[in-house]
């Protein structure tokens, strides 16, 4: 029986690793969970699981948390808050497995003590390997502790290089679907509104992964993500388009042979497999082959998707320029979101601040926390000097 912590547990990621704990309940038990603000359903899991600790993001949510539970006869549930709230859910004794869904670096502490308490990791979290990932390949090296990666395109690497040795690896294959603008006119790029960015074409995700998914900055960060957990350069780490996104990545072995790993486009199945690693269990998530009817694959254009272009670039430099790209982009998301800087405003903040921050190698989680502040200050700075306005940074 594997003792979980979600932290994100109110994130789809964590709604849907509860989905399968329910489906496996000889194989999993909750242990803790980090629900940031969605306090009613913080209150439900709660309700419904009885972790021995979930954390909320602020003091006076965990008071009106522990005042709903208490008045639900709801016990045995300790109430925490803030980062040093989500590091005790992420490090409880019993807790063995930990995924790790808190979208941004807001998880990375909790990811990195969990790394040195010697927990399994899944990683739903593409920010911290991109911010932090020489540190925490390194943690988990030192603690012979495993970095599973849950997004569905690392996910299907690592079970496709199950088939080899790394030095028979020559290069890995990520596919992106292209996203809602794969087809859409360059010329129009300026006007791109916020609804027909969230219209993904085949995954139900969160706001800022979805718009990630429409600029192709997401593909861009797990370039990042997939050179630190594979310990690849970036030649050696592909993008193809393939809008049908049935295939979920490729490894391409040096005597030519390609394995790729094909399944039903539903989170629950790399959960699963990560959490249950190195088994496999029999679910129900199967594919129909006869739906497959064909497979396309063509190059990215980095004319219409210059984040792809800027993160290869970030990658190439790596330490403080990733974590520029990652923390540049979430301000730039949001500026978008809130209807403030156009779609294509969203790749121009992120190559400001690639230019102007300073080269830089961080080695402590506080010197990357550090230079994430940094480069979000940095843009908000290039979204002043563009004419736009600037919201202030959120608690």
Known sequence: MKQIAILGSTGSIGQSTLSIIESFPDRFAVASLAAGRNIDLAFEQCARWRPRAVSVATEELAATLSDRLKGAGVSGVEVVYGTEGTVRVATLPEVNFVVSAIVGVAGLEATYAAVEAG????????????????????????????????????????????????????????????????????????????????????????????????????????????????????????????????????????????????????????????????????SDLTFDMAALGQLNFEPPDVTRFPCLRLAYEAAEKGGAHCIALNSADEIAVDAFLERRIPFPGIARTIEGVLQAIPENHPGTISEVLACDRLAREMAREVLIRAGHEVTAPRS
């Open 119 to 282: 927990k399994a990791i899944g990683l739903a979290n593409k920010e911290a390997m991109v911010a932090a990932g020489e540190i925490l390949t390194a943690a988990a090296r030192a603690k012979n502790v495993p970095l599973l990666p849950i997004d569905s395109e690392h996910n299907a690497v690592h079970q496709c290089m199950r088939a080899g040795t790394k030095n028979e690896v020559r290069r890995i294959w990520l596919t992106a679907s292209g996203g809602p603008f794969r087809t859409f006119p360059l010329n129009a790029f300026e006007d791109i509104t916020v609804e027909q960015a969230l219209k993904h074409p085949t995954w139900v995700m969160g706001r800022r992964i979805t718009v990630d998914s429409a600029t192709m900055l997401n593909k861009g960060l797990e370039i990042i993500e997939a050179c630190r957990l594979f310990n690849l350069p970036p030649s050696a780490v592909r993008v193809t388009v393939h809008p049908q996104s049935t295939v979920h990545s490729l490894v391409e072995y040096i005597d030519g042979s390609i394995l790729a790993q094909i399944s039903v486009t539903d989170m629950r199945l790399p959960i699963l497999y990560a959490m249950s690693y190195p088994e496999r269990v029999e």
